[in-house]
C-alpha cells in the first residue's frame, strides 16, 4: 500500500515554497488606466501638491470671515455680492472689507477670501447685497492648497497592489504611466486518460475536463497570466514534454491530478526528471487535499494539485495563491474577505488535519447563517452552489452547530 511520507500542514508546505523560489520580479512601465490589480514596482512620490488652489467644499459665498462674526439669525451681517468665481475659470473677483463672491462646490475663491459661507446661511436681498445669518471661522468649508497631498509626498509605496482609488490618485497628479511588475506566467498541464475538451460530448468513462478552467480562472484572479498547455494523458513521456515546455514558458508550474502514490499517478516522477532540487513537499494535512506535491525546478515553483476539482481549488487557494502574489513582487498579498456567521450544523473533523468545508450564507431573523455544503468532495456543483468555505483548525475535532465562525468568501 503506498504512503505518504512527510505530510505537511499547509503552512509549513508553503514556509518550503517560500524558502526555495527565487524571486525574479521585473518591473515594466504601463499606463496607469490599465494597472488596475497590478503590483507597483517602485515607490511613487508626487510630482505636485494637491488640490493646486484652494477650493470651496460648498455652494455659498467667498469672504473674510472676519466680516461674518457675530453673525446670527437676529442680527444678520450684510455684505456686497461683487461677482462670482465660475467653474474651470481662473479667479477674477477680489474682496474688500464687507464684499463677497458666489462660490461653488469644488471651485476656487475669490482673492482675499479665506472661507465659504454655505448658501443655506445666507438670504438674498437684492441683486448686489446678502445677509449672513451665521458666523464662519477662518478656512471652514475649504480644501486648502496641499491640504490632500503635498510635493515630494511619498504616495504609494512599493508592492501595492492597485485598487481603484489609487489609479484615481494617481490621475490626479497627472502620472498616467506607473512602473509594475510583470505578472506571474502560470503553465497549466491538465492530465488524465479520462478527459476531454468541454467542447466534445463524452463518451463512456469520459469526463470534460474542469480544473484547466477553474485554475485558469483562478491564476488571472491572482494577477498571475494562465497558460493552459493543453490536455496530457497518462503517458509519462507526454507528460514530461508538456512539463519542459511549460516550465521554460512560465514562471510557476501546475499539474491537474496524477499527484496521489498509485500506480496510475506520475506527476511526482515527472516532476523529478525535470531538475533540481524536484519534490519537496508530498501530501498535506487537509481534507480535501491531501495528495498534493510542492516542488521546485531551479527556483520555479512547481505544484501537483489533485485532479478533484474540489480538491484543486483548495489547494489552489492555500498554495499557488500566495505563490502568485511572492512572485508579484507584491509585499503582502491580499486577505481573502470574510464574514462572521452561525453555523447551522456539525462539520466533523479529526485532530491533525485541516479540514475546508463549502457553505451556504443565508440570514435568518437577522442573524448571518453558514450552512455546510456535504457532498462527495469530487462534485463541482458543491463550489458552485456555495457562497464561501470555513475551515476547521487543524488542533480541532470539529466545529459544532451554533458555533460563530469565519467564512472566507470567494
Ligand atoms: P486523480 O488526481 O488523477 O486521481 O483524479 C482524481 C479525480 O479527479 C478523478 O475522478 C478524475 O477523473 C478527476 N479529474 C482529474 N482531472 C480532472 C479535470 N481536469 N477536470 C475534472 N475532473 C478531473
Ligand atoms: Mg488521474
Redesign the pocket.
Known sequence: MPEFFNVLPPSEAFNVVRKNVVVRAVPETIATDEALGRVTASEVLSPEVLPAFPRSTMDGYSVRARDTFGASEGMPAYLEVVGKVSMGKAVDVSLSTGQTAEAYTGGGLAQGADAVVMVEHTQVVNETTIEVTRSVAPGENVVQVGEDVSERDSILPAGQILRPQDIGGLMALGITEIDVFRRPRVAIV???D??VPPTEKPGPGI??????FTISSLVTQAGGIPIPQGLVADVFEAQREAAVAGIAEADILVF?????VSS??MTADVIEMLGEPGVLVHGISIRPGK?SIVGVIDGKPVFGL????VSAMVVFGLLVRPTIYLLSGCAEPPRPATIRARLVRDIASQTGREDHVPVKLSMTDGVQQADPVFGKS?LIYTLVRSDGMVTVPIDDGGLYAGDEVSVRLY
Open positions: 491538465s492530465t488524465g479520462e478527459l469526463i470534460r475536463d474542469i480544473n484547466t491537474s491530478a496524477g499527484s496521489s496510475r499517478d495528495p489533485p485532479g478533484n476539482p469530487n
